[in-house]
C-alpha cells in the first residue's frame, strides 16, 4: 500500500518507492502539510505541530502549512483559491469533512472532501500515488452545490511547501525559434513568478516548477511540478520569511473567471510532481518513464521528411511528389506536406480557414500525391491550423461572429489571422469535422497541428483561456477515437506548446523552428530535464540555416537531430550524390539506433574538457549509445573524460567508436571513464556499446 493513513492522528502519509509526502488535519479541520522528501514508513512518526502566533502582526496563516490554502482570513501570502460568492462574499471558509482512497491497476489515489461552513460549496483534493515511478500527480475539483453561481477568480492546483531557503529555481525562458532556454537563478526572500498570458503555454516560460538545493545530475535534493495545462499558467516560488519555500503552480488567474452554476464542477488541471534526493537525472527518469508508460502511444515514432523549409507556400503535386520520391531515397518514413496545400494560400495572410486542396497546386486532387507517397511505401501527413481564420478567406467572411472579438472593439491581427473562438459549439463542430472529412477522405497517418499567434479580445467570458485549449483537448481525443492510427503533432509556432496537459492528447512535440544544429543542443539539453525524447522532433535542415545563417556540416546536423525523433526538412532535391549517400547511411543508422534513442534512459553526461563538450547517454538494456558533440575547439584544446552511467560494473562492454572497438569492464567505464578528443569545429560521434555475453 502506498498510502497510509493514521486514524488516531488524522495524518495521510503517501509512499513511493523512494520519496514520502505526509499531511494531515487539524483541529481546526485545516488540511496542513507535514513533510516532503526521502522515504519515511512509519505514519505514526508524524506528530501535528501545535501552532502559536509570532505577533499580532504576523499572523498564525503566516506559518501554518497548508495543502491548499484559499483566500480568506488573517491569510496574506499566495493563495490557491479564491471565489465570489452569489451574495458578494470573498471569502472561503472549509473544514475537512472526510476522505476516499481508491486503487486501480496504475495508481492510488486519496481524495481529501473539503467543505465550505457556510455555503453549498466543496473541494475535493486529489493526490494520486503512482509508487513505482516515484510520483505523484495533485489536482482539485471544486464544486458547487448552492442555488446560486460561484465565481472562481484564482484556481491553482495546489501548494507545496520545501522546508529550505535559499533553494535554486530552474525553468527556460526563451520565444519564438528560442525556446528552451535552461536558466538557473538563486530564490532569496520575496516571488517569483512564471507565466503565460499568451494562450499558447510555453514560448517563453515552460510549466513546471523546479527547485533544488546545489543538486548536480547525480546528487542533491530536487523538488519539481509540471502542471498538466496547454493554456495559461503561472506558477509562484516565495521564499517565506519563516525558513520555508513554498511552490504553486497552476490556471493563471490574469483575466481569469470561471463560474461555476448550481450544480456544476470543475476539474482543475492536475500538477505531475515528485522529489529526488539523487539529482536531477533521477528526475528527468521518473517523468520520462511515466510518459513512457502512460502518455506515449506504443511502437516508434517514424523517420519523417517535411517539406516546409523546401518549399514554404509554394507546393505544387509534382514537386512534392518528387521529394516524396528523393526522401524515400534517403530512408524517410512519412511524407509530411506543410502549409500551403489548401484555399488560397499563398502566404500568411490568406486561405486559413478555408480547408479545400488548392486546385491550381494540386490539379488531380490531393490524393495524387497521397498515393505517390504512399506507392513509395511511405506514411502520409499533412499540416492544419485548425483555430485560426484570414481575414480574407471564405469562412471569415462567411462567420465574422466565429473570432475573437469585442463588439465595439476591431480584433488584432497577427500573423495575418484572427483566433477563432474554439468556445463556440458551433465552431468546434466545424473544426472536427473538417478534420474528420480530411482524414476520412484521405489516407493520411499524420498530422501536425499548428497555432500561429497568440490569442486576444478574448470576448466577454473570462474563462477562455482554459475552455480554448480544453476544446482543442476534445476535439483532437475525438478524432483519436474515429481514426487510431493517427498520429498528432503539437506545433505552435514551433515549441509553443510542450507541455504535460497536450502530451498523450498529441503524440509528438514540434521543438522549436530553430532547426540550427548548434542551437538545437541547447534547446534539447533543456527540453530533456522534463520531457521525453521520443516526443521531441528534431530535424536536419539546409545551411546556411535560416535562422542563424550558420553552416555547419551534414553530419553534426545528423546527429543532433538523431537524439530525438529524426526528421528531415532539407531541399533533398537539391542534394548532392555526396549529400545523400551521408543521409542514407546516417537515416539507416538511425534506424538501428532509434529503440534506444527513442525508448532508452537518457542522460546529460559531465563535460569534464574546457572545451564545451556536449555529451549524451542513452541506455535500453544491455545495449546504449554515447552522443558526442563539440561545436568549437578552443586553442589548446584539451579532450574530453567521458563517464559512463547505470552500467552493470561486473560486465563487460564493447564500444564501437569511429576508430574502432574499445572493450573495457562497466566499473572502469563509469569511474575511470573514457578519453576522446574530437578535432576542429562541429566535430560529432555516436559510440554504440554494447554488453558482451560472457
Ligand atoms: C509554423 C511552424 C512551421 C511551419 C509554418 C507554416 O511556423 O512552426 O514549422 O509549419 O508554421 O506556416
Redo the contacts with the bound molecule.
Sequence with gaps: MSIAISQKKDVFLLNTKFTSYAFGIDDQGLVRHLYWGKRIDSVEDFEMPVLVEVSTNDPVFEITKEEFPVYGSLRYKEHCLKATFADGTREVVYRYCGYEVTETDEYEELIIRLQDTHYDFEMDLHYKVYAEYDLMERNVVVRNQSEAPVQIEKLHSGQFHIPYEDLNFSNVHGHWGAEHQRFVQKVSYGKIVIENRKGISSHNHNPYFLLDRDATENSGDVYFGALRLTGNFSGVIEQTQFGETLAQIGMNSHDFTLELKPGEEFEAPSILCGYSGTGFETMSHNLHHFAQKYLLREGYRPVLYNS?EATEFNVHSKEQIDLAKKAKEIGAELFVL??GWFGERHGIDNGLGDWYVNESKFPNGLDELVDAVKAQGMLFGI?VEPEMVNPKAQLYQDHPDWIYHFETRTSDTSRGQYVLNMTKKEVQDFVYEMLDNLLTQHEIDYI?W?A?RPISQTCLEKDIWYKHIRAIYDIVTGLKKKHPNVLFEA?A??GGRIDYGILGIFDDF?TS?NTDAYDRLYIQDAYSYIYPIKAMRAWVTDCPNFLSQRVIPLKFRYHSAMMGTLGIGCNILKFTEEDIELSRQMIQQYKEIRPIVQEGDFYRLENTSENRYFLYEYLKGEEGLVFVFLPQSKVGHRGVTVRLRDLDPEAVYALQTEEGVITKSGSYLMNRGLDLQLKGDYASTIIRFAKENK
Excluded: P, R
Aim: charged share 40%.
Design positions: 516546409w506543410d502549409d499540416w501536425k499548428d500561429n506545433c509556432s514551433g514540434w523552428d
